[in-house]
């Protein structure tokens, strides 16, 4: 069976900051609706399941952020994920700048969660702690090819 990843859904708690972040970062809004109804609690597994939610692209057009920011039932804060976590552990994106990029998620405060590190002679790559917690690679390759 043929299988393709969709997309990555997350879910925030202020969606218009988020959507910044990743937006000021350089992707793109692909499309933004609010849903709720019978179809969402199914689907989702919620009952009275209400959300505003964003699909956002990375601009090679192969990758995919689905966030979602809870009008019902309430969104439960959680502390933000450790990198040694069982579960969902970061959304990584390769950049051409990685000192742009840094500079980019400081002007939304988000800073590297330790420093900058060089993986072999490959890449030079970080984890920022995004919005809501969000954890983030951010990656830009060596050896341009």
């Known amino acids: 069976m043929p299988i ?3 997309n990555v859904g997350i879910a925030v708690r202020d969606l218009e900051a988020t959507i910044v972040f990743f937006t000021d970062l350089g992707l793109t809004v692909l499309g933004r609706d609010t849903v709720s109804g019978e179809w969402t609690d199914t689907a989702v597994g919620l009952d009275g399941n209400h959300a505003n939610i964003a699909m956002l692209q990375t601009p090679d057009g192969n990758g995919r952020l689905e966030l979602f920011e ?3 039932p309430d969104a439960i804060e959680t502390e933000p994920t450790r990198p040694n976590e069982i579960g969902m552990h ?3 994106f390769s ?3 990685l000192d742009e990029a840094l500079e980019i998620a400081a002007s939304h ?3 590297p969660l330790r420093g900058v590190a060089t993986y072999g002679d490959v890449y030079k790559l970080t984890y920022v702690r995004g919005p809501s917690g969000i954890i983030v690679m951010l990656a830009e390759e060596l050896k341009k090819s």
């Open 4 to 6: 393709k990843l969709e």
């Open 70 to 72: 809870y009008i019902h």
């Open 90 to 92: 970061r959304v990584a």
């Open 95 to 97: 950049v051409d700048d």
């Open 109 to 111: 405060g988000c800073h």
